[in-house]
């Protein structure tokens, strides 16, 4: 799949083998790296430079570690969640390596079927009331604009494509 669109795959994650999921990695063709011993930014260095990073570990340095592995013009979509952890960021080098090499960092939410069915069973289990008080814009999917306007009276504006 993969290999149709990237001269190279790999896939970073941080799990011990043997292990189902690397298995179908690289049955997909694509090479299994493991940040524990190789870490992003060291990627580079060993493999090239990537230009697409799909960070889903929730490990968190590896987003600003994804930055060090971008080759130039590349970008990194973040879906992973991690939890709260300080530690130090050369901020300079970060927002260089962004700018000069024009790199991005891309954030986006990923769940799986099980949470989408979750979430219908908790959004049917609440009373109407609320999504008639919550719901102030309903807008369809072929005129959203009245979605995206910005007044005192809108509190949540959703895109409706069939009811549930």
């Not at 790999?10 to 011990?16: E, F, I, K």
């Not at 960070?55 to 939890?83: C, D, F, M, R, W």
């Amino acid at each position: 799949m993969f290999r149709q669109e990237f001269e190279e795959t790999y896939c970073l994650g941080r799990r011990d083998r043997p292990d189902p999921t690397i298995d179908i990695i690289e049955r997909l063709g694509a090479t299994y790296v493991d940040s524990r011993e190789t870490p992003v930014d060291v990627i580079p260095g060993e493999h090239g430079g990537m230009d697409v990073i799909y960070e889903a570990t929730g490990y968190a340095k590896h987003p600003l570690q994804a930055v060090h592995g971008l080759a130039p013009n590349g970008v990194a979509a973040l879906v992973g969640i991690s939890s709260p952890w300080e530690f130090e960021v050369d901020g300079g080098s970060l927002h260089t390596e962004l700018v000069v090499h024009n790199k991005a960092l891309v954030g986006t939410v990923n769940s799986n079927t099980r949470h989408f069915q979750q979430a219908t069973r908790t959004l049917r289990a609440l009373p109407d009331w609320l999504f008639e008080e919550l719901i102030t814009t309903v807008a369809a999917p072929g005129n959203v604009a009245p979605a995206f306007e910005d007044d005192d009276d809108q509190i949540k504006a959703v895109v409706e494509f069939d009811r549930l």
